[in-house]
């Protein structure tokens, strides 16, 4: 899993400790202490182009009860329903081949839908169901599985697409004649309005920004089934990567323009974001089941779509299972029904449970499989540094001036002892610490590049009092002895999920710790995950889990440096204020600009090592630990890739091809469809 690039190795992180500020009784950076190896599978790798392809059947078919609404006249045939040329899924590379209709996957998830408008930034609640929604314009959840011939993003809604010669326009050829799953055209229209209408539209809170490709990036139609970006960069490959899952997955425009207030003198911006209630149902989605019903805080079901528009190389209409089901509870209980065989996924990834899922699996008689995974989940604490937005009082501000401050971040980071912490939640070589930055665990990391500061109460300690910190009334905790604060304790709201309970015991762990050398982190735990405490801009200090991709971090670029005005979430700007950036964030920008237009991965490599060489110098993010986690899926389904990861390039609900799974017949009748004979839109 680890590949270290001695080759970039010359970053001269020793002479750190020769600089400035770097006192004899200050703990200097050292190297990251190499982590326990852990039982992953090794994994079959297949060639791109046996994956899948985009290609012509001369038949196609669908499951007999579905034939049968299509004979009684009430949807087109599946042919008609299907592109010209679908996405053929090649099921020789599949573990278990070609499979049979029918059959229910059941989910859980910790989320609630916000509703179904995604195009203004909404997501669907998590736990595959926002995966199941929103398909995008490229596919990079399966590339994991990737041999290196070719290790590239896939196609989805965009089947092909060629650089121009000079390296700046890439054209990109959509599906044809495919259809959302209320039997309407997708076509450009459809990505036109989510660029022009949410990217563009500075009061759209959509998850990219015109400037996310790169400023000054263009998209126009050329024509219904052709788009074109122009990019200020040469042969900006990187770019390829954001146009996959949550940045790039366009709504259905004829449901969504009549409500933007563009269009609709009765909409405002807020009518417009929340528009698609999550009960209005079915949704409206490419995806390969829709949902169907939705019942507040207790389930969702979602059934196949009949114009989904990929195929099994036999012909085949995906997908196989005909039900998905999320029951809405919390993660948790997504470990403790699966384990129990009463649900049929976990991405177990809570610490506290892994050595009760680890018995389970041993025993013979598990109803599940267990898939270990690489070290991928990152926590973190963040310290918020914007001027602009939030915080905008004298106290906030004088806050955000200290967060902004290299050396309090520093005595931030070695109050903390990763090691202890880790180890509280679960014994073993589960977790590792974290230095923030690039994942240990990902191909690009070079252990030499970065400056890892290590657990050292006492440099915080020298550090807290150069910054001119003082206990002055004897209470244990440090006070501000100039600025508007003066006189005051040093606290500091610390924002957390309360919906995971690793994220509880970390912010356990990081106010004792704090306390340790004198700073007091109020806890603020929110009961929702971190979305709207983040967009709020509202805290000082947050732990948060980097799903964000830090372990392929080609994925996520600008989670790395402040190249837009909404990142990294520690640090953003509004669209009128942009952010006041630190001289060492201009550089992580150039950095992150020259990677996204660098061809050659070798030199790519080493560009990601210069980056993270300023990033965990500058203590940009404040790692708390990495913890590897499990796929868990119950024996009845067919086509699970052993070795699957929770988390590489997205999560395992997109990386493992839910819509290759299949269940034996005889397997099927174990749980009965909740809507047995449903098709969204159809009545019976
Ligand atoms: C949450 C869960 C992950 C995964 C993702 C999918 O983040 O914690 O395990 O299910 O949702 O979006
Ligand atoms: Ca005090």
């Given at each position: 899993m680890k590949s270290v690039?001695?080759?970039?190795?010359?970053?001269?992180?020793?002479?750190l400790a020769a600089?400035?500020?770097?006192?004899?009784?200050l703990v200097g950076p050292t190297t990251l202490p190499a982590a326990p190896p852990l039982p992953t599978g090794d994994v079959q790798k297949v060639d791109y182009d046996e994956l899948m392809s985009v290609k012509a059947l001369d038949h196609y078919s669908e499951p007999d009860w579905v034939t049968k609404l299509v004979e009684a006249g009430k949807l087109p045939p599946v042919q008609d329903r299907l592109p010209t040329k679908p996405i053929v899924m090649n099921m020789?590379?599949?573990?278990?081949?070609v499979g049979v209709y029918g059959g229910v996957l059941r989910h859980v998830t910790g989320g609630r839908p916000e509703g179904w408008n995604w195009d203004a930034?909404?997501?669907?609640?998590?736990?595959g169901l926002t995966m199941t929604a929103q398909e995008c314009?490229?596919?990079?959840?399966?590339?994991?599985?990737?041999?290196?011939k070719k290790i590239e993003p896939l196609p989805d809604l965009a089947t092909s697409w060629e650089w121009s010669k000079d390296g700046h326009q890439l054209t990109m050829h959509l599906l044809e004649g495919a259809k959302w799953s209320d039997g309407q055209p997708f076509s450009a229209d459809d990505v036109m309005f989510y660029w022009n209408d949410?990217?563009?539209?500075?009061q759209v809170p959509a998850?990219?920004?015109?400037?996310?490709?790169?400023?000054?990036t263009t998209l126009e139609k050329v024509d219904a089934n052709t788009i074109r970006f122009t990019f200020p960069?040469?042969?900006?490959?990187?770019n390829l990567y954001k146009?996959?899952?949550?940045?790039f997955c366009p709504g259905p425009e004829h449901i969504l323009k009549p409500l933007h207030p563009k269009y609709n003198a009765d909409a405002t911006y807020d009518s417009y974001v929340k528009?698609?209630?999550?009960?209005?149902?079915?949704w409206v989605t490419m995806?390969?089941?829709?949902?169907?019903q939705y019942s507040p805080d207790q389930y969702v079901v979602a059934r196949r779509?009949?114009?989904?528009f990929k195929v099994d190389n036999?012909?085949?209409?995906?997908?196989?299972?005909d039900e998905v089901q999320w029951r809405l509870s919390t993660w948790e209980d997504r470990d403790v029904q699966t384990l129990a065989g009463n649900a049929d996924w976990t991405n177990?990834?809570?610490?506290?449970?892994y050595l009760q899922g680890v018995r389970g699996a041993q025993d013979?008689?598990?109803?599940n499989k267990l898939y270990w995974g690489p070290r991928s989940l990152n926590w973190r604490l963040e310290a918020n540094m914007s001027k602009?937005?939030?915080?905008?009082?004298a106290d906030g501000q004088a806050i955000r001036d200290l967060n902004r401050k290299l050396d309090f971040r520093r005595a931030l980071t070695q109050a903390l002892d990763r090691q202890a912490m880790g180890q509280a939640l679960v014994?073993?070589?589960?977790t590792a610490p974290y230095p923030g930055g690039?994942?240990?665990?990902?191909?690009?990391?070079?252990?030499?590049a970065i400056a890892y500061y290590p657990y050292s109460p006492e440099t915080s300690k020298t550090l807290l009092a150069g910054l001119g910190?003082?206990?002055?009334?004897?209470?244990g905790i440090l006070n501000w002895t100039?600025?508007?604060?003066?006189?005051?304790?040093?606290d500091l709201d610390l924002h957390f999920t309360s919906q995971r309970t690793t994220d509880v015991a970390l912010a356990d762990s990081v106010v004792a710790m704090l306390h340790e050398v004198g700073i007091r982190a109020v806890p603020k735990p929110a009961p929702t995950l971190m979305d709207p405490v983040r967009d709020s801009c509202e805290w000082s200090l947050m732990i948060d889990r980097g799903d964000r991709s830090y372990q392929v971090p080609i994925t996520n670029l600008d989670t790395f440096a402040p190249?837009?005005?909404?990142?990294p979430v520690w640090h953003r700007g509004t669209p009128d204020r942009p952010q006041e950036l630190l001289p060492f964030e201009k550089k992580l920008v150039e950095l992150v600009d020259a990677i996204r237009a660098e061809p050659d991965s070798q030199k790519r490599t080493e560009l990601f090592s210069e980056l993270d060489h300023v990033f965990t110098e500058n203590v940009y993010q404040i790692g708390l630990i990495d913890a590897s986690s499990a796929m868990i899926v119950n024996n009845?389904?067919?086509?699970?890739?052993?070795?699957?990861?929770?988390?590489?390039?997205?999560?395992?609900?997109?990386?493992?091809?839910?819509?290759?799974f299949w269940i034996p017949k005889a397997e099927q009748s174990a749980v009965p469809e909740l809507q047995p004979g449903v098709l969204p839109g159809i009545s019976k």
């Open positions: 690039l001695k080759s970039a190795c010359c970053l001269a992180v020793l002479t600089g400035p500020g770097f006192a004899d009784n020789d590379v599949a573990p278990d081949g930034g909404q997501h669907q609640g998590w736990g314009l490229v596919s990079t959840g399966p590339m994991w599985e990737l041999s290196d949410n990217v563009l539209d500075p998850r990219i920004t015109g400037d996310t490709l790169g400023k000054g960069q040469a042969f900006a490959v990187a146009l996959a899952y949550l940045n528009a698609l209630k999550p009960e209005q149902v079915p995806g390969p089941w829709v949902v169907t779509n009949p114009y989904y036999k012909g085949n209409q995906l997908p196989y299972l177990m990834e809570n610490p506290s449970i013979k008689n598990s109803p602009t937005c939030g915080a905008q009082d014994r073993g070589p589960f690039i994942n240990p665990e990902s191909g690009v990391f070079n252990t030499d910190f003082k206990d002055t009334d004897g209470d100039s600025g508007p604060l003066a006189g005051q304790n040093l190249v837009t005005y909404n990142v009845r389904f067919k086509n699970v890739v052993p070795g699957t990861p929770v988390l590489a390039y997205q999560f395992a609900e997109k990386g493992a091809m839910r819509e290759r």
